[in-house]
């Protein structure tokens, strides 16, 4: 069975920037991440298809980058320019036969 395993969240200041990670263990599609808060509904940040192709969600287009690693089966996540509102969980998820998702990785922007 897949399995993906995220790194690279943490604790920024505001304007600073971090870079998640995902790792398959196998082949797959469609990657990204969801981002949730506690007490809120798990909202799409942004994904990438294996041919390239990504889409954001409106709050991050312009500061995040999403790209991939098709030999290494691996999406990163540039996020730039965070702000106190990208404080969340995110995790990261593929599409395989279903959808598989990571543990989750804390970023907390703070001063």
């Known amino acids: 069975q897949v399995q993906l395993v995220e790194s690279g969240g943490g604790l920024v200041q505001p304007g600073g920037s971090l870079r998640l990670s995902c790792a398959a263990s196998g082949n797959i599609f469609t990657m990204g991440w969801y981002r949730q808060v506690p007490g809120t509904q798990r909202d799409l940040v942004a994904y990438i298809t294996r041919d390239g192709s990504t889409n954001y969600a409106d709050s991050v287009k312009g500061r995040f980058a999403i790209s991939r690693d098709n030999a290494k089966n691996t999406a990163f996540l540039q996020m730039n320019n965070l702000n106190s509102e990208d404080t969340a969980v995110y995790y990261c998820?593929?599409?395989?036969?279903?959808?598989?998702w990571g543990q989750g990785t804390q970023v907390t922007v703070s001063s």
């Open positions: 998820f593929a599409d395989r036969i279903g959808r598989i």
